[in-house]
């Protein structure tokens, strides 16, 4: 019976590769940090020709998520090792029965939570902060021929399973009997709009690619930006959406910034 228990010193050797992922995750969000307060401070370093400050951050995001999910990986590994290690049989049975299944289930849902990297659980925090917020959100499934954005109310969050439950306040088509609909949707089919008091949010330069709510409507488009509102001395983006021609132009109109938001990767319209 010996033999097939997983060896202590395998289980050390995990540990230790736990405390290294942990600390290169802190280090990685302290570069993070470091960025976002020289673009909080210096917005304009971003226009300046061979900038790549953008490139730099998203970089770090990347290398936080690899090291999130190895974080995890490592952790799953840990606890399937010392599962084995525990007393089994009738004593070990009779432990886990007592406080039935909703106690079961919420031990096992916090401490899933509590494995989770600091990185993953400010994000799971954060999602869970948008209940009764406006956000912009996917509502077409990854294999659509074009992404459809709408702006819908957060209804609920489910940290484990890192879904949101949203509302479209819009009514519907007759055809679709004029309701409004719901949507279960993925973490990463969300994305907050700006704050509407917060003036320390770094603005799309001109030429940048966004995502905006066109006016007079709930859909959400790719635009260019023209002109920015600390340029304009206004709360307005100036954009051209794309698509948007009329009489062989397009036309420039005015979005107010927190409805503006950056264009995902891979967009498609």
Not at 67 to 88: I, K, T, Y
Not at 201 to 221: C, D, M, Q
Not at 230 to 244: G, H, M, S
Request: glycine content about 6%; aromatic content about 6%.
């Amino acid at each position: 019976m010996m033999s097939s228990a997983p060896d202590i010193a395998d289980i050390l050797d995990k540990s230790r590769e736990l405390d290294r992922l942990r600390k290169e995750q802190e280090d990685v969000l302290l570069e993070i940090n470091k960025m976002h307060k020289k673009l909080h401070n210096t917005p304009e370093v971003i226009e300046k020709p061979g900038d790549n400050s953008l490139t730099k951050l998203k970089s770090l995001y990347i290398q936080a998520k690899e090291l999130s999910e190895n974080e995890v990986h490592v952790s799953n590994l840990l606890v399937g090792q010392l599962d084995a290690l525990l007393p089994s049989g009738a004593m070990g049975q009779q432990r886990r029965r007592i406080g039935g299944d909703q106690k079961r289930k919420r031990m096992k849902n916090d401490s899933d939570i509590s494995r989770l990297s600091p990185s993953m659980r400010n994000q799971l925090d954060t999602c869970a902060s948008l209940k009764g917020e406006q956000v912009a959100a996917r509502v077409t499934a990854e294999n659509a021929d074009k992404d459809e954005w709408f702006v819908v109310k957060v209804m609920h969050f489910d940290r484990e399973t890192k879904e949101f439950e949203v509302l479209d306040e819009e009514p519907g088509d007759d055809e679709e009997g004029g309701v409004q609909r719901k949507y279960k949707l993925h973490m990463s089919f969300i994305i907050p709009f700006p704050k509407r008091n917060d003036s320390s949010i770094p603005e799309f330069p001109p030429g940048r690619h966004v995502l905006a709510v066109y006016p007079g409507t709930t859909a959400l488009y790719k635009a260019t930006v023209v002109s920015t509102p600390r340029k304009r001395k206004t709360d307005d983006y100036l954009l051209e959406f794309d698509d948007d021609e009329e009489d062989g132009a397009l036309p420039q109109r005015t979005v107010p910034f927190h409805n503006v938001v950056p264009l995902p990767e891979g967009h498609r319209q």
